[in-house]
Structures are given as C-alpha cells and as structure tokens.
C-alpha cells in the first residue's frame, strides 16, 4: 500500500502555532517580552503553551533577562518583542550579547509583508539594525519557514562562538495557514565551526610551554562557555603556571587557588598585570586581548610569545599576533593540551622549569593585594561587598551593573565557580544588572541571586522590579549608592580637576532638601518588594542577613556609601599597563625587573 495513503493528513496551524511549537522542540521553558499589534497572534497560542512567558516591563529588559537566563542555565534564552519600537528596544541587549558571547534568540513581530518598505505604522527594519550585532538574522515572509528558521537560530546561537539570533517574522505569516514540519536536519553549507583543535598546533603550544621561563594562563570568557573549568584546573595544576581571569572569567579558576593571580586589565591587579607584561609566554584561552586588559596595545606583554585559542578564528591575531594560532573549543584545546604536555614529559623529557617567575609573581601577589581605606565617617562601598560575599558565599550568583560598583565586586567578591559572575564586559551597559538577576533566577530558581548595582544603573531599568514581584522571582538587589555616576565622577577627580559636571544624582542623604530622588526603599515598596537601608558598618551585617532569609518577594538594600572612594588599581586610558597606580600618584614597586 502507498505510504502516503497510510499516513493521517498533515494538521493545518496558523503560523502563529507553528512558532509556538518549534520553541517547544527547541526546549524553550522560558520566553521574557511584551505582546504588541506585529507579534500579538503569536501571544494567542502561547497563552496555552507549555512555555512560561514572563512579562516584562521593557523590551530592554526582555533581552538582558534572556542574557542572565542563558548565562546562569547554559541554554539558549528566549526574548519576543513587537515590530518598530519593540524591536528596536531590544537592540542593546542584542549588543550585550554579541560582544559577550551570550546566546539568545529574538523573536520579533514584524508588519505585513505586503507593506514592509513602505513605512508602514511601528515598522523598522531590524533585521538590518542588527546585522552587525548578530551571529545571523532571518525575516520570515512564508509561514512554512517558521519551524526551520527556529531550528538554525538555535543551532547557531549555542554553537560555535555563542551569540545572538534575530528572527523577525511578519504578521501575515504568523496568520497564514500552514503545516508543521521540525526539521529533521539542517541544511547550513557555510556554518561549520571548529570545536577540534589541530594537532599540530597543540604540540607547537606544548614545545613553547616547555622552553618557556614566564608563561602566563590568560584565561577568557571562553572558558566558562565552554564549561572547561576542570579541565583549566587540571592544566595549572599540572604546569604550575600562574593564571589571570579576564572580567568575563572570573569564576573560571577558584580564587582561592595558590596560582591564580585575579584579574588583568585597566582595574586589574597588580600580580595579574605585572605578570602580563614580564611574561615571555602568554597561553591565551579563550580571550580576546581587548584594550581594557592590554592597555596601549603596542607595550602590551612586550617580551611574549603568544599561544592563542579560540573557537571564533576571527579573534586569532586579530589584535596581537599569535604565534601559536589555535582553532577550537576551549575544553578541547586545554584537554589536548594536557595530554600532550604529559606525552612529551614521558617520551622526551621536556618539561617546564618556572619555580622563580612562580616565587616572583606570587610574592606579587602576597605583596599587592587589592586594599582600600576606609573612611573616618560612613561606610565604604568595597566593605559592603566584601561582607556580602562573605554572607552569601559562593554558591550565590552575582550579577553587576557597570561602573566602580562592578569593578569592586571583580576584586572583592569571592569566586570560586564557574557561572558565579554575569555582568555586561564588552558593551559596559548600565541597567544590566536587575533584569540580567531576574532571568538568572528564572532560569535557576533554587538559586540565591545578587545584583550588585549603583544608583545610575539601578534608575535605568529598576521597573522590572515589579515584574519580579508579579511573577515571584525573589531576587535581591544591593544598590551601591554614592549618590553618582561614580566612575564618572572618579575620571573627572583624576583628570578634569575635580570639575563634577552632571554626575551628582541625589539619591543620598545629601540631595537637595535632604530629600533623596527618589528615596530606593520606597520605591521598593512601591514595586511590592522589601525595601531596607544600610548606612553604617555596625549594621551591615544585620541587613544583609535579613536579606538573606526573605526569599518570597525581591528584596533591595539602599547601601548608602561613601562617595569619594575610587577604584584602584587603575591604569589611565590610552597608557601603558607598565604605569598601573595603586592608589593616586602612587605606583607599585617591582622589586625585580630584571627577572
């Protein structure tokens, strides 16, 4: 008999049902967004979806949930937004993304088919806003699309590099009939990246590492997107080579470790940074020698050789030439690293021999730790942090905004694993922080999650607050109020002669009146959170402890600090990571440059 004959007729859907049911087979659980005129018949069929969809109160918010989502969870996260403003809206987050290597789909509506280009009421054309701030976008016109174009987005976003996928749909297909088809392969000839390094290029690395005298593990992002924490553990380890984490990676080596030096860069510490640039070997794992960790790139590491590897050979000497060039995943690069590392010990004797760069940089270490005054009156924010931590601990997730607040929460939050951190690195965005908790905690609801924010950020999108509220996602919010645009204000102390234009913000108990705009603990209140202040060290950790055993509603800790303090280290913009100042004026002793 026919096959065809035996087979029951295919069902017709809408294609609004069709998207529904391909995230469903895609493994979406979660989508965060907000229904509008292009996206709305798509919001019919979900309504009796198996998917949870957390409605947010802006669509910037939408997409940095889906960023804390998918960086707490490892999965792809979900964000839906509505054509013109709606889309449009979305375009930071999907910066956020691309340049921290987050996957996530955005699934946008779009108007008609038949008028797009017509500026037609709420259209834009997001698939090209974001062309080049997306690993790839689609607009689907054909309603038997649908399925394939969600099977491709979520294959691209989580493979290879990481990153953001547009599917931009017009309304005519979600309305138009169709039938459902998921893909049982997929057809995409020029996406093929590389996770298996070549073996050729592991044995040169090994042969550097072995005639090395200073190598140095610059450990990336990378790392913990490839969840190779173990096998980087098991590397240092091994060799005994000393190791930084970038911003992106803290959390990927525990800090606790003997060998781990912290972070590098233009707030990075003194051991991580003096070890960069006398090392005469940098093994750089999935890391992108961005300016913040090189500083002036031409005096950056002057004497290194350079193993470099990442999945994304787009990276590799892109801005500092390797000499060791490494295509592929960072777990398989490091556990072929260490197998021939191991090899050529056995069958050849070679071996490295760093016992005195080992003893230098660690009595760097000892010598430079991190270190702040505190003040004669009020309460330093590096405190706060540092109890917060210690309260806490390490199983909590800590999710930053952008400024000194998350520069000293690099340094005084102690990370042991990996996924502890998520904060925006490439794009510094400032309203990361609450919606970026709130899909952490979405996604990982058994989860204590910690936004550490300032008061600038905290302004930019504390409305989702009552998103969290209405949709019982208890995260907890420590807001780090200096009353500031802090790291603003700290340029303008150090470079514009204590000129302070337009950074005084008025949320501390010296706005004007006394009156705080707006007061943070009512305005938790106001959002049907607990809202509780802070403005002594005596009763920090009371207050943090309070925090701690709310777990029913979100919680947000006015944190009244000090408003001078300032991050240090810090090399100056467009300067060399050889002047690194410890505090103002005031520059480390090395000891031992002739090492």
Excluded at 221 to 243: F, H, R
Excluded at 265 to 287: C, E, F, N, P, Y
Excluded at 537 to 563: W, Y
Aim: aromatic content about 6%; overall charge negative.
């Amino acid at each position: 008999m026919d096959r065809e004959m035996t087979e029951p007729p295919a069902e017709t859907i809408t294609g609004a049902q069709s998207l529904v049911r391909a995230l469903e087979r895609a493994g979406v659980d979660t989508i965060f967004g907000i229904p509008g005129g292009a996206i709305l018949p798509a919001y019919d069929p979900l309504f009796d979806s198996s998917i949870r969809h957390v409605l947010v109160r802006h669509e910037q918010g939408a997409g940095h949930a889906a960023e804390g989502y998918a960086l707490e969870t490892g999965k792809v996260g979900v964000c839906m937004a509505t054509s013109g403003p709606g889309a449009t809206n979305l375009v930071t987050a999907i910066a956020d993304a691309y340049l921290d290597s987050v996957p996530i789909v955005a699934v946008t509506g779009q108007v008609a088919s038949g008028v797009i280009g017509s500026d037609a009421f709420q259209e834009a054309d997001i698939r090209g806003i974001t062309m080049p701030i997306t690993k790839h976008s689609y607009l689907v016109t054909d309603a038997d699309e649908i399925p394939g174009v969600i099977a491709e987005a979520f294959h691209i976003a989580s493979t290879g590099r990481p990153g953001p996928v547009l599917v931009d749909i017009s309304k005519d297909a979600l309305q138009a009939s169709t039938t459902f088809r998921w893909p049982s392969e997929l057809a995409l000839p020029g996406y093929r990246p590389t996770a298996r390094p070549h073996n050729k290029q592991i044995r040169e690395a090994a042969r550097l590492i072995a005639e090395a005298t200073k190598p140095v593990l610059y450990v990336g992002g990378g790392v913990i997107k490839s969840d190779a924490a173990a096998e980087l553990k098991m590397l240092a380890e091994l060799t005994q080579i000393p190791v930084v984490t970038t911003l992106m990676a803290r959390g990927a080596f525990p800090d606790s470790h003997e060998l781990h030096l912290g972070m590098p860069g233009m707030h990075g510490t003194v051991a991580a940074v003096g070890a960069l640039q006398r090392s005469d070997l940098l093994i750089t794992l999935g890391a992108r020698f961005d300016d913040r960790v090189t500083g002036t790139l031409e005096s950056f590491a002057p004497h290194a050789k350079v193993i470099h590897a990442d999945i994304d050979p787009a990276e590799i000497s892109k801005n500092r030439t390797a000499d060791v060039p490494i295509v592929g995943d960072a777990r398989e690069v490091i556990a072929d690293l260490i197998r021939a590392l191991q090899k050529q010990t056995e069958e050849d004797g070679l071996t490295g021999e760093y016992g005195a760069w080992r003893q230098y940089v660690l009595g760097l270490k000892q010598k430079f730790q991190p270190s702040y005054d505190k003040p004669e009156k009020g309460l330093a924010p590096q405190t706060v942090i540092e109890r917060l931590s210690a309260i806490a601990g390490p199983d909590a997730t800590y999710v930053a905004g952008v400024g000194q607040h998350q520069m000293w929460s690099a340094h005084y939050v102690d990370f042991e694993r990996p996924r502890q951190w998520l904060n925006s690195g490439g794009a510094g965005t400032m309203g990361y922080a609450v919606p970026a908790a709130m899909g952490a905690k979405a996604g990982n609801p058994d989860r204590v999650v910690w936004a550490i924010d300032g008061d600038g950020c905290f302004q930019m999108t504390n409305q989702e607050l009552a998103t969290c509220a209405i949709e019982g996602i208890p995260i907890k919010v420590a807001v780090i109020n200096n009353s500031s645009l802090g790291m603003v204000r700290q340029w303008q102390t150090l470079f514009y002669e204590g000129r302070y234009s337009n950074t005084d913000l008025h949320t501390g108990p010296e706005a004007i009146g006394a009156r705080r705009l707006p007061d943070f603990v009512k305005l938790a209140d106001a959002y049907g959170c607990v809202g509780l202040r802070c403005e002594s060290e005596d009763e920090l950790d009371d207050v943090i402890a309070k925090a701690m055993s709310i777990n029913d509603v979100p919680v947000v800790i006015d944190f009244v600090v000090e408003r001078d303090a300032m991050v240090w280290p810090m090399v100056a913009a467009g300067t060399s990571n050889d002047d690194i100042k410890i505090a103002r004026d005031l520059a480390p002793e090395w000891e031992d440059d002739d090492l």
